[in-house]
Structures are given as structure tokens and as C-alpha cells.
């Protein structure tokens, strides 16, 4: 069974500054999609970034980025330039592309509590 | 374009009590789910269901139902509510090739 780890419970960074988010995942299979949602008080679900395993390039969305290692399992995400705004919860995710009945379910890490500080 | 929409909102219950979920999506997009939010915890997938007149079970299903009842509606039902039902639940719709899942706001459910 696949497995997603974020070991950073808690994290806090400066306004302006750039921070990394940690993720790990476990999976035999080679065809799959990675992904960081954000959750702010609201609680709405916000696709921040996705990454597909099979692409060598990281993928970026204006200040986020992330450093995909597929041998390794990792898959971080760096916040550039972080604004207050982007003060909330953000989980990792792992989605199995296999031609069956799990296809298209995500599993989701424990997530980080990020903080930005004015 | 209202994306993914739930109620209720809030909802508290009494043990045993049963209640519906209501999902609903406008993106014409086949594949829905559901998942729920426990505190400290990402979420987990109850039921899902990849296409019209389709259902499957998730990681957590039990204590729960489902119904896709047309293309764009997919509701969760609890037929005697148990504490440990008590958790946020969202529903959420999948685009097809690039697998982007858009999330409801989720239904806050209190099981006393």
C-alpha cells in the first residue's frame, strides 16, 4: 500500500523569506501524480502544485516550486518570497495511476502547519 | 460556475440518528469522492465513484452509503451516526487527463 510522510508537524517562517516543505511517499508503482494542497482557516481545499512521476523537470506555479526525487521517494515544496497569505496547513499527496479500481484516489500525508511571521 | 458545492455546513447528530450528505458539481467531470478529516490527520477516502451509476468502496467506508444519483451529484449517507463519525467530510470531482481534484468547502459533523 502506498504511504505519504510529512515529518515537519509545525513549521514557521519571516515574511519575504523562502521556506521548504518536507514529503516522503512508498509506493512499486511507476505511474503516478504527487501533489501539495493548501489549507488555510477556511478550510477549502486548494490544489497548490502537482508533479507527474514520469516528467524529470519540477514543476512550478509562480512562488512555489518543488524538488522531485523520484529515486529517493521525496518530493518538497518551497514557498519563495512567503506572504502572510500563505499561512495554513499544506498536505502532500499521492495519486496511483493504475488501470484500477484505486485509480484517480488520492493519499494524503498528515500535513504542516506553516506560519508566516509579519 | 459554482465548482463543487455541499450541504450542509454544520451538522450535529445524536447517536443513531441518520442524515444525508449533498454534493454536487457543475464541471461536468465523471469521477467523485468522498473523504474525511479527522484533527492531525490528511484526509482519508470513504467511497468514491469513477464514473455515473458507479461506486466503490474507499480506505474508511464503514458506518457509511452512497448514491450517484445523476452526473453531477454524489451524496454520503450515515444511517445511525456513531461518535466516531464525528470528522469534517468533503466531496470532491476529478477533471480528466490532469487528474486535478477540486474540493466542496466540507460539512463540519458533530456526532454526540
Known amino acids: 500500500a502506498q504511504t505519504v510522510t510529512q515529518s515537519q508537524p509545525e513549521m514557521s517562517v519571516q515574511e519575504a523569506e523562502t521556506v521548504t516543505l518536507s514529503c516522503t511517499y512508498d509506493?512499486?508503482?511507476?505511474?503516478?501524480?504527487l501533489f501539495w494542497y493548501k489549507q488555510p482557516p477556511s478550510r477549502q481545499m486548494i490544489l497548490v502544485i502537482r508533479?507527474?512521476?514520469?516528467?524529470?523537470q519540477n514543476a512550478t506555479e509562480n512562488r512555489f516550486s518543488v524538488n522531485f526525487q523520484k529515486a529517493a521517494k521525496s518530493f518538497s515544496l518551497k514557498i519563495s518570497d512567503s506572504q502572510l497569505g500563505d499561512t495554513a496547513m499544506y498536505f502532500c499527496?499521492?495519486?496511483?495511476?493504475?488501470?484500477?479500481?484505486?485509480?484517480?484516489?488520492?493519499?494524503f500525508g498528515k500535513g504542516t502547519k506553516l506560519s508566516v511571521k509579519p | 460556475n459554482a465548482g463543487v458545492t455541499q450541504t450542509p455546513k454544520f451538522q450535529v447528530l445524536k447517536t443513531g440518528q441518520s442524515m444525508t450528505l449533498q454534493c454536487a458539481q457543475d464541471?461536468?467531470?465523471?469521477?467523485m469522492y468522498w473523504y474525511r478529516q479527522d484533527p492531525g490527520m490528511g484526509l482519508r477516502l470513504i467511497y468514491y465513484?469513477?464514473?455515473?451509476?458507479?461506486?466503490d468502496k474507499g480506505e474508511v467506508p464503514n458506518g457509511y452509503n452512497v448514491s450517484r444519483l445523476n452526473k453531477r451529484e454524489f451524496s454520503l449517507r450515515l444511517e445511525s451516526a456513531a461518535p466516531s463519525q464525528t470528522s469534517v467530510y468533503f466531496c470532491?470531482?476529478?477533471?480528466?487527463?490532469?487528474?486535478?481534484?477540486?474540493f466542496g468547502p466540507g460539512t463540519r459533523l458533530t456526532v454526540t
Open positions: 499527496a499521492f495519486m496511483n495511476l493504475n488501470y484500477g479500481g484505486s485509480q484517480g484516489n488520492l493519499i
Open positions: 509506493t512499486s508503482e511507476s505511474n503516478y501524480y
Open positions: 508533479q507527474e512521476a514520469y516528467k524529470q
Open positions: 464541471m461536468n467531470h465523471n469521477s
Open positions: 465513484s469513477a464514473s455515473e451509476g458507479t461506486t
Open positions: 470532491a470531482s476529478m477533471r480528466w487527463p490532469s487528474v486535478e481534484q477540486y
